[in-house]
């Protein structure tokens, strides 16, 4: 059983509500289907109902468990609106402004969240990025002593030598475009809980440059340095190392000659990437070239679990990035 396999399994009578505030897009629907019938959750699907229930008619997804609501005539639009309202009246917002606000089922869908009327929020199929993490922050916000929101990427290979049996986790592929010092820090050490979640184990966590322990005294190279000893400092319960070249983290005959003294190099679980671009581009070549299954990205740090889509994302992969959040 692969690894995505048992989060199915494990994930299977969870009894969680699920909403998709992207109705109108087949991959969402049948992404409901599949988690309904999987009993991975109960999905409630946003947007014109009618037109919901004309596509899962006509692409035979029926006889399924599900909620679907239209933002724009629910009766809960007032109670939702009003508690927008309340959260944003001191950037000047107005109660009719709010209302409006949420009829747009992105806004509806992360007031649902933050009033734990459901469980996960996963959208991003037709929302961009920006517009996705701009509703988390204005509806469901950071959590409690977070400084970095960031993401991950979960990415299982069928090559069960990288990583832990195959899985690997590739960090910040879609939030901070160039981190600082601390950003990076924070964002590896989020990703070190995520992994422990999710595998069970204490992960090793490797922080990637082009450079490996002080071979370029250049400051991109400095500044990933300069993070694994914030980790280190903030999180000493952290198995940290870095900065690395990919080769050196993930092969353990590369690791001997370029790394010697080190635990985590050739044996790295959690790739910290030094900036967006490196991680977006890096996680996308594995995925397409190398045939991993990537869930994600796995938003890390808000208050309540809203999670970004890719938008060449697939129904299987919106299910799979399911039955991660509800684990």
């Not at 900065?243 to 983290?249: N, R, S």
Request: hydrophobic letters at 45%; charged letters at 20%; glycine letters at 8%.
């Amino acid at each position: 059983m692969s690894f995505l396999e048992s989060c199915w399994d494990k994930a299977k009578g969870s009894g969680k509500k699920v909403v998709f505030p992207e109705g109108g897009d087949t991959r969402v629907l049948e992404a409901a289907y599949m988690v309904s019938c999987a009993d991975l959750a109960h999905p409630v699907i946003l947007g014109d109902v009618d037109a919901i229930e004309a596509t899962l008619k006509e692409n035979n997804w029926v006889n399924f468990n599900y909620t679907a609501i239209d933002p724009r005539t629910h009766k809960d639009g007032d109670r939702y609106a009003e508690y927008f309202y309340q959260k944003r009246k001191h950037k000047g917002i107005l109660l009719e402004d709010a209302v409006e606000i949420l009829h747009d089922p992105l806004y509806f869908g992360t007031m649902m969240l933050a009033t734990d009327d459901v469980d996960v929020c996963i959208v991003g199929a037709q929302y961009s990025t920006a517009h996705v993490l701009k509703a988390a922050f204005t509806g469901v916000g950071a959590a409690e002593g977070t400084k970095t929101v960031s993401s991950t990427f979960l990415m299982e290979l069928d090559n069960p030598n990288f990583g832990h049996n195959g899985v690997l986790f590739f960090s910040d592929c879609a939030v901070n475009p160039t981190p600082t010092a601390s950003e990076l820090a924070d964002i590896a050490i989020a990703t070190s809980d995520t992994a422990k979640r999710l595998l069970g184990i204490t992960p090793n966590v490797a922080m990637l440059s082009f450079s490996t322990k002080g071979s370029s005294v250049l400051e991109i190279a400095t500044n990933v340095a300069d993070a694994v000893a914030l980790v280190q400092e903030r999180r000493p319960d952290i198995q940290i190392d870095g900065e690395l070249q990919a080769d050196a983290a993930l092969i353990p005959s590369i690791a001997r000659q370029k790394a010697p003294m080190s635990s985590v190099a050739g044996n790295a679980h959690c790739l910290i990437f030094p900036s967006l671009e490196s991680g977006n581009i890096a996680y996308k070549l594995v995925e397409k070239l190398a045939g991993a299954n990537a869930v994600g990205p796995i938003i890390q740090g808000l208050r309540k679990p809203m999670n970004d889509l890719s938008r060449g994302t697939t129904a299987e992969d919106i299910a799979n990035l399911v039955a991660v959040q509800v684990l």
